[in-house]
């Protein structure tokens, strides 16, 4: 059996583990069982599955907590706290799932002179939850919960570069569920292909690049088997004229750039100021950074900004940095370096900011996925308005000003699935909203009732008014509604 044995990226010498891979000859067995699975678990009600769900969420103690959290920053370098805010704010998700369920998933009766309509949502089957390593448990439970609550079974085939902390949480709640419910396999692209083109798998939900997004969707295509896609963005966050841009505001908007490195789909990848203003934030942002993204070791008290995950994402990233220069930018280390040995040593990357590049750079006009971010002057609403638009991704974006209706106005021309005011990333997320991107940043949607409602099928049962016991009767061949 082969293994997958993820290095720690903080120091690439030690091993934080290791997850057996998955063998494609064991592929077939793990789908059939999950099928299995399904066919018990659809059948009951929703109250019994919500029941089931929630004594499986309490499974994961404070000291799981702990362990878990310990595992994630050491796997991909995410900070210790924020590893912990994501363990827990996960299962908070299965139990807003668990709340909603009854809401979002309940049977619509009509019963009126022209006939008798019976709508419900019905699961697909066997899901297939492919993720990647960014946010490994939190991209795997938008998943997971509403599958589960809605009746279906699922797969989770997590990232070769964040298996651990996923596995453990996952295990911990499949363990107090049916067999085979809940089953997390490893593996890369042979063991993806393979779970992709069974063809007992109904539905697959995917995160993650848009090269592996194409390769998924074409099979899934020959499959006729349904997709949800959550891809990359290259998400603006536009200061107006009248922008607040006082401490606590300069915190938000660098964090929003910087947290995970970067490594955030939603995170702030271009910013635009307005010209009368940039000056000012760029002293303002610069000054932010220092105090508020503090690069080292995840594991330490105050260490906000870990490493990337791979000296393959290290690089691009230096040479894009040199693409920076090229084109003309300026380029400004910010940040605080806790311990520059760690950091030599390790696979980080030196928070910078760019000013003052042309729109055709790399840097702008690609999703960087990492600690690098041009901040650009504009003079016209108009003319920013074009500008953040002009890219093929539309996950997220941001408009701040202190006049919140203009700023909502702004918002609303912005070709992006998601729109922050006065923040961006995760400060700017509710479990109520649906996410997820326009353009080619994907489809689908997690969170809010379309997160849940995207694991269902509408199924509808019709007695026209006609054909019922003691109706008029009519033409064996009408149209509905014509005699
Ligand atoms: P990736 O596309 O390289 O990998 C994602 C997953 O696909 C991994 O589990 C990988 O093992 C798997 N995979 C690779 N080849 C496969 C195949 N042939 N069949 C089946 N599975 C296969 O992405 P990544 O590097 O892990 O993540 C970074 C990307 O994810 C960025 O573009 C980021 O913006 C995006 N992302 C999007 C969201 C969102 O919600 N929209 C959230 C986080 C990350």
């Given amino acids: 059996m082969n293994v997958i044995r993820r290095e720690n990226p903080t120091f690439p010498d030690r091993i934080v583990g290791e997850v057996y891979e998955t063998s494609v000859a064991d592929v077939d067995a793990i789908v059939q069982r999950s099928d299995e699975a399904f066919r018990v678990w659809s059948r009951l009600s929703l109250d019994q599955r919500c029941q089931a769900l929630a004594a499986a969420a309490d499974l994961v103690t404070p000291e799981l907590y702990d362990e ?85 079974s699922i797969i989770v085939k997590p990232s070769p570069q964040a298996p651990l902390a996923v596995t453990k949480l996952l295990e911990a709640i499949a363990s107090g569920l049916p067999n085979g419910l809940l089953q997390v396999v490893h593996g890369g692209p042979e063991a993806g292909d393979a779970f992709v083109t069974h063809p007992l798998v109904r539905k697959i939900a995917f995160t993650g690049g848009d090269v592996v997004a194409r390769h998924i969707g074409v099979s899934a295509a020959r499959m006729i088997t349904p997709t949800v896609m959550e891809l990359g963005g290259n998400d603006a966050a536009i200061f107006l004229e009248d922008a607040v841009l006082d401490e606590a505001a300069l915190d938000r908007i660098a964090l929003a750039t910087f947290m995970m490195g970067g490594q955030v789909c939603m995170a702030s990848k271009r910013i635009y100021v307005h010209r009368s203003r940039y000056d000012e934030f760029v002293a303002g942002f610069v000054a932010a950074c220092e105090h508020s993204v503090i690069v080292g070791d995840p594991m330490m008290e ?34 605080t370096i806790t311990d520059e040995a760690v950091v030599a040593g390790g696979y980080f990357v030196r928070p910078r900011v760019v000013l003052n590049l042309p729109d055709d750079a790399q840097l702008v006009c690609e999703e960087q996925f990492g600690p690098l971010v041009p901040i650009q002057a504009y003079d016209d609403i108009e003319e920013v308005i074009a500008r953040a638009n002009a890219t093929e991704l539309g996950l997220a974006g941001s408009v701040w000003s202190a006049d919140e209706d203009r700023a909502f106005e702004v918002a609303q ?71």
Avoid at 307 to 313: H, K
């Fill in 68 to 152: 878990i959290a310990a595992l994630m920053c050491a796997e991909v370098g995410k900070p210790l706290p924020d590893s912990r805010g994501e363990a827990m704010y996960s299962v908070s998700l299965l139990r807003f799932n668990i709340d909603q369920a009854a809401k979002v998933l309940a049977t619509h009766v009509i019963d009126d002179a022209a006939g008798k309509l019976v709508r419900t949502r019905v699961p697909f089957g066997v899901v297939l939850a492919i993720t990647p390593w960014n946010a490994p448990i939190v991209l795997s439970m938008l998943k997971v919960a509403p599958a589960l609550v809605a009746g279906n």
């Fill in 302 to 335: 105050g260490v906000t900004v870990g490493p990337v995950v791979s000296r393959a994402a290290q690089e691009r990233l230096e040479r894009l940095v040199a693409d920076s220069i090229t084109a003309g930018g300026q380029v400004i280390d910010v940040g």
């Fill in 413 to 483: 021309r912005i070709e992006s699935g998601y729109v922050f005011i006065n923040t961006h990333n995760r400060t700017g997320m509710t479990p109520r909203a649906p996410f997820g991107g326009v353009k080619k940043s994907g489809f689908g949607r997690e969170y809010g009732d379309e997160g849940l409602l995207d694991y269902t099928q509408n199924v509808s049962i019709h007695a026209a008014a006609a054909y019922r016991p003691g109706g008029s009767g009519g033409s064996a061949n009408a149209y509905p509604g014509t005699s």
